[in-house]
């Protein structure tokens, strides 16, 4: 069945609350967007920015019923409330992550967090320890894994279609911090008080870091990198060069850069086994390359011949039709509806949902802190630290 659900479903809006997301925030409008696309949600509350008058000001111009000056005032008087929230967004810089999620995680509030989980490794595992202690839901929001076609690749791998897994190569390039920018959405990035230690590669490297794993089934046991910051001042990384080593012998390299001019947001992944290849590329998504060994390259479709069940539960519309980057933020979203209206009737995660989970997260944080201490040591292999 389609992501979308049942008209069931569709009736039992999950109460849904924002922290962070303002009216200048881009990624607050893509979460607003994406949890609506399929009907599923319905946004009450929201403490939206740093200052009481910014999250006033935000709430009334979104018409939300029940604004906060604060994310911990808002966690405490929700859960008073019979009618209160039963999830919350998290949309903030990456430093604001670990204590706002913590504040809902221990009210039993689920979670659905922004990338990377949080600004430092150590807060990530008491994230972890604070979720798995909760009961909550935490659910990160990878969203290039609600892509059908992504779906479709990672079945074909589990399906055996490639055989044994050799080389991985993933990429994610962008041009947006080619010189020095002085705004909002630039300025928190660069600051490693609120990014963290990892500039690119916490922001768009640990996409391409998860996606690796996701399509492949693979765990990083190991990597090595370079890492620059080519604008003068910066920093934080703008470029990342890494290798991988995978559990079971499998090897890769990633690319992240924000100053790779010609690009906007070219996630691209290839995957090599020993029967054969898959290639996929964020700014064509509907399309997945097959090729078996010896044999013509095939051009896979969303929703076309040849694809199968997992992409077709992540699809919406007919073949032909684009879907992007909306829609796959909104299979995130809907996938965990599913897991929430789950919980809220006493009955387990339903067969087949698929969502970047806490541990996830801590992995993400695991590979920018890895990347951050092999390049101190000159691009010297180190373990991600499990």
Same mark, same amino acid.
């Given at each position: 069945?389609?992501?979308?659900?049942?008209?069931?479903?569709?009736?039992?809006?999950?109460?849904?609350?924002?922290?962070?997301?303002?009216?200048?925030?881009? *990624?607050?409008?893509?979460?607003?967007?994406?949890?609506?696309?399929?009907?599923?949600?319905?946004?009450?509350?929201?403490?939206?920015?740093?200052t009481?008058?910014?999250?006033?000001?935000?709430?009334?111009?979104?018409?939300?019923?029940?604004?906060?000056?604060?994310?911990?005032?808002?966690?405490?008087?929700?859960?008073?409330?019979?009618?209160?929230?039963?999830?919350?967004?998290?949309? @903030?810089?990456?430093?604001?992550?670990?204590?706002?999620?913590?504040?809902?995680?221990?009210?039993?509030?689920?979670?659905?967090?922004?990338?990377?989980l949080t600004?430092?490794?150590?807060?990530a595992?008491?994230?972890?320890?604070?979720?798995?202690?909760?009961?909550?839901?935490?659910?990160?929001?990878?969203?290039?894994?609600?892509?059908?076609?992504?779906?479709?690749?990672?079945?074909?791998?589990?399906?055996?279609?490639?055989?044994?897994?050799?080389?991985i190569?993933?990429?994610?390039?962008?041009?947006?911090?080619?010189?020095e920018?002085?705004?909002?959405?630039?300025?928190?990035?660069?600051d490693?008080?609120?990014?963290?230690?990892?500039?690119?590669?916490?922001?768009?490297? @640990?996409?391409?870091?998860?996606?690796?794993?996701?399509?492949?089934?693979?765990?990083?046991?190991?990597?090595?990198a370079?890492?620059?910051?080519?604008?003068p001042?910066?920093?934080?990384?703008?470029?990342?060069?890494?290798?991988?080593?995978?559990?079971?012998?499998?090897?890769?390299?990633?690319?992240?850069?924000?100053?790779?001019?010609?690009?906007?947001?070219?996630?691209?992944?290839?995957?090599?086994?020993?029967?054969?290849?898959?290639?996929?590329?964020?700014?064509?998504?509907?399309?997945l390359?097959?090729?078996?060994?010896?044999?013509?390259?095939?051009?896979?479709?969303?929703?076309?011949?040849g694809?199968?069940?997992?992409?077709?539960?992540?699809?919406? *519309?007919p073949?032909?039709?684009?879907?992007?980057?909306?829609?796959?933020?909104? @299979?995130?979203?809907?996938?965990?509806?599913? &897991?929430?209206?789950?919980?809220?009737?006493?009955?387990?995660?339903?067969?087949?949902?698929?969502?970047?989970?806490?541990?996830?997260?801590?992995?993400?944080?695991?590979?920018?802190?890895?990347?951050?201490?092999?390049?101190?040591?000159? &691009?010297?292999?180190?373990?991600?630290?499990?």
């Amino acid at each position: 069945m389609p992501i979308a659900g049942s008209t069931e479903d569709r009736g039992r809006r999950i109460r849904l609350g924002m922290v962070g997301g303002g009216n200048d925030a881009f *990624i607050g409008a893509v979460h607003r967007i994406a949890s609506r696309v399929d009907d599923k949600y319905e946004l009450l509350a929201g403490a939206l920015s740093a200052t009481p008058e910014k999250s006033q000001a935000s709430g009334a111009a979104l018409g939300l019923p029940r604004v906060y000056d604060d994310f911990k005032q808002m966690a405490v008087r929700e859960a008073r409330r019979k009618d209160g929230i039963e999830a919350v967004s998290i949309v @903030t810089p990456n430093h604001v992550h670990f204590a706002a999620a913590r504040e809902f995680l221990k009210r039993g509030i689920h979670v659905i967090c922004d990338k990377p989980l949080t600004s430092t490794l150590a807060d990530a595992k008491k994230l972890v320890k604070a979720a798995e202690a909760s009961g909550a839901l935490f659910i990160l929001t990878h969203n290039y894994t609600g892509y059908p076609m992504v779906r479709q690749a990672r079945a074909m791998v589990q399906e055996g279609e490639l055989g044994k897994i050799r080389v991985i190569q993933v990429e994610y390039p962008q041009d947006w911090l080619t010189i020095e920018q002085d705004f909002k959405q630039a300025n928190w990035r660069t600051d490693p008080a609120q990014s963290g230690a990892g500039g690119s590669t916490g922001d768009i490297g @640990t996409h391409a870091f998860n996606l690796a794993c996701f399509v492949s089934g693979l765990e990083v046991e190991s990597l090595a990198a370079d890492l620059q910051a080519f604008v003068p001042g910066r920093r934080v990384d703008d470029n990342a060069h890494v290798m991988l080593r995978f559990a079971g012998g499998a090897r890769g390299m990633l690319w992240s850069s924000q100053v790779a001019p010609g690009n906007e947001n070219a996630l691209r992944i290839r995957v090599y086994g020993e029967k054969g290849g898959l290639e996929w590329a964020q700014e064509d998504p509907n399309y997945l390359w097959h090729t078996p060994f010896g044999e013509p390259k095939r051009l896979l479709t969303r929703n076309g011949a040849g694809a199968g069940a997992a992409a077709a539960r992540a699809s919406r *519309i007919p073949p032909g039709h684009p879907e992007g980057y909306l829609e796959a933020f909104a @299979t995130i979203y809907s996938e965990a509806a599913a &897991a929430i209206l789950a919980a809220r009737d006493g009955k387990p995660t339903p067969d087949g949902i698929i969502y970047p989970s806490v541990r996830d997260g801590l992995k993400g944080v695991q590979f920018v802190s890895a990347c951050v201490k092999s390049a101190k040591r000159n &691009a010297a292999w180190v373990p991600l630290d499990h």
